[in-house]
């Protein structure tokens, strides 16, 4: 099965080992790329903070690219929104990782009764942009004091309309894996600009969230996963 692949790299190169070895060919066609703002990161963590917060395996990146600065910070408390990026802290290193359930809301629950609802200095959120508000609004609600700083920014990545015919005139497409709106709303962008509708592309688009969905154009015939993560998505397939 030919499944084009509109994540960022370098997770859509994870993403294309993971189909390979289901035995199908990855179709790569990264929507979106990030830029890191390692700076914004440093001074972020020399302030006061009693817990860091992450909603994306993209921010661990950035963490990386501190090298001996993130040491001091490793046993400090971390909360992950599900089980990539988990993994993800766990390989740099962090040693109290809490893991919610898949969304920004589930997340905060997480915390809430984790970090206390009080706590004694503010959590620490790493952010991209844009991002949904839905573990930053949860928190409000909760009243969980915190600060939220933007690590990375999505940034979308030029492609010409005659890309996407070309990559059909190679062969047919018999599924697209859509990971976030933004990437959707690129990809619907990338449909008008071509003047093809969404059934003539794939008969299939597999989308990790609802509202991920609710971004393709009318006639795309969508499919969501059982839980927000790449493990549901691929088991679509």
């Known amino acids: 099965m030919r499944v084009l692949v509109t994540r960022p790299r370098p997770a859509a190169a994870a993403t294309a080992l993971k189909l390979e070895a289901m035995g199908h060919e990855a179709i790569m066609l990264p929507l979106m790329q990030a830029e890191h703002l390692v700076a914004a990161v440093e001074t972020a963590l020399k302030q006061g903070h009693g817990a860091i917060a992450l909603t994306s395996a993209e921010a ?12 001091p910070h490793l046993e400090t408390p971390l909360f992950c929104v599900g089980e990539a990026t988990g993994r993800a802290a766990s390989d740099l ?3 109290d990782i809490h893991v919610g359930p898949g969304t920004g809301e589930g997340l905060a629950e997480t915390i809430a009764a984790s ?19 839905g573990l930053e609004r949860a928190l409000r609600q909760r009243g969980i004091d915190h ?26 497409i018999e599924a697209v894996l859509l990971y976030s709106r933004e990437t959707t709303r690129q990809f619907a962008a990338l449909l008008s600009q071509s003047g093809l509708h969404a059934a003539a592309v794939s008969p299939r688009y597999l989308c990790l969230s609802a509202s ?6 009318s006639g795309a015939a969508t499919e969501v996963a059982a839980m927000p993560d790449e493990e549901h998505l691929l088991k679509l397939l």
């Open 60 to 71: 661990t990146r950035v963490l990386t690219a501190l090298g001996g600065a993130l040491e």
């Open 93 to 95: 290193g962090f040693t």
């Open 115 to 133: 970090f206390g609802a009080v706590p004694r200095e503010p959590l620490l959120y790493l952010a991209g942009s844009p991002r949904s508000d």
């Open 147 to 172: 600060r939220t700083v933007e690590c990375y920014r999505m940034t979308p990545v030029d492609h010409r309309p005659e890309e996407l015919s070309g990559l059909l005139r190679a062969g047919r």
């Open 212 to 217: 991920i969905a609710d971004a393709l154009p």
